[in-house]
């Protein structure tokens, strides 16, 4: 009888061991991945600078000549800080929602065939490139915060706050640059690609609440941005990022929405990634 439990044991050990062992071989593919990726991003500093134009466009122009018509209520807060989430979300998705070109240009060059013959989990491969949308898209946190801090925006700088926000700016460009790789190995094609690219960015921004608030739109379009993740993402930032700021739907439920749409994406990714070299 102390044998059977010893062989019983020895079993569930060895099963746990190798499970672990998998669990930490995925994690190191995905980050091996990810600094392929951010060692682009070394070798380009200047796109750091070219990120920045579009925040501070919206948030200069348009923010400072919103807030002087004052013809969209916010309530209490002031129109830059209810903006000032809302653009930060913007670059956010601008930079997440293109990244899927780099899926197109490594099948070109044949990097793509090499990642797919070698004993790398596809998982693995779509994972790694959805942190390193993430950590890409938390240089948008810093241009964005410095330029609120210039124009006045009432932002919380506790650590807590500050940290909600880069989970919740990780968790938006993983789900949009994912969405991205999805719609990269169906088109198959650059120009296919970005041609469809600039047809979503616009459609997503606008129908949410980044902005303007809900209550402002009609009843089509608020049932849109419902479905809409950025919403999440946008309600989320406002919560944790301006002073007064809150959660329309609840952080909780903001966070498990795009973590279930990340979840279904990367889903799909892994099954589509295959197809891409063909």
């Not at 569930?12 to 980050?31: D, I, N, P």
């Not at 970005?194 to 980044?210: D, E, H, K, Y």
């Not at 973590?259 to 892994?270: D, G």
Request: contains cysteine; positive net charge.
């Amino acid at each position: 009888m102390h044998c059977g439990r010893d062989g019983q044991c020895g079993v569930w050990v060895k099963t746990g061991g190798g499970a672990a062992v998998a669990v930490l071989e995925f994690v190191k593919q995905v980050l091996a991945v990810a600094e392929a990726e951010a060692r682009k991003l070394r070798h380009d500093p200047m796109e750091l600078f070219t990120r920045a134009v579009q925040p501070t466009l919206w948030l200069v122009v348009f923010g400072q000549v919103m807030s002087r018509v004052r013809a969209i209520p916010t309530g209490e807060m002031s129109y830059l800080d209810f903006m000032a989430p809302g653009i930060l979300a913007q670059s956010v998705i601008f930079i997440a929602i293109f990244y899927g070109i780099s899926l197109i240009w490594e099948r070109d060059l044949g990097v793509l065939h090499k990642y797919l013959v070698s004993p790398a989990y596809r998982g693995a491969l779509v994972c790694g490139k959805a942190v390193s949308a993430g950590l890409r898209a938390l240089t948008q946190a810093f241009i964005v915060y410095l330029l609120s801090l210039a124009l006045g925006v009432h932002l919380k700088l506790t650590l807590l706050a500050i940290v909600g926000v880069l989970f919740a700016i990780f968790l938006g460009a993983a789900i949009f640059s994912t969405f991205s790789l999805v719609v990269a190995c169906l088109v198959k094609t650059r120009e296919r690609f970005m041609g469809i690219g600039q047809v979503l960015t616009m459609p997503l921004f606008f129908a949410s609440n980044a902005i303007y608030p809900l209550s402002l739109m009609p009843q089509w379009l608020r049932f849109i941005s419902h479905i809409n993740p950025l919403t999440y993402q946008v309600d989320a930032l406002r919560a944790l990022m301006v002073e007064g700021g809150r959660a329309a739907v609840g952080l909780g439920i903001d966070f498990a929405v795009q973590a279930l749409v990340l979840l279904i994406l990367l889903r799909i990714a892994a099954r589509l990634y295959p197809n891409a070299v063909n």
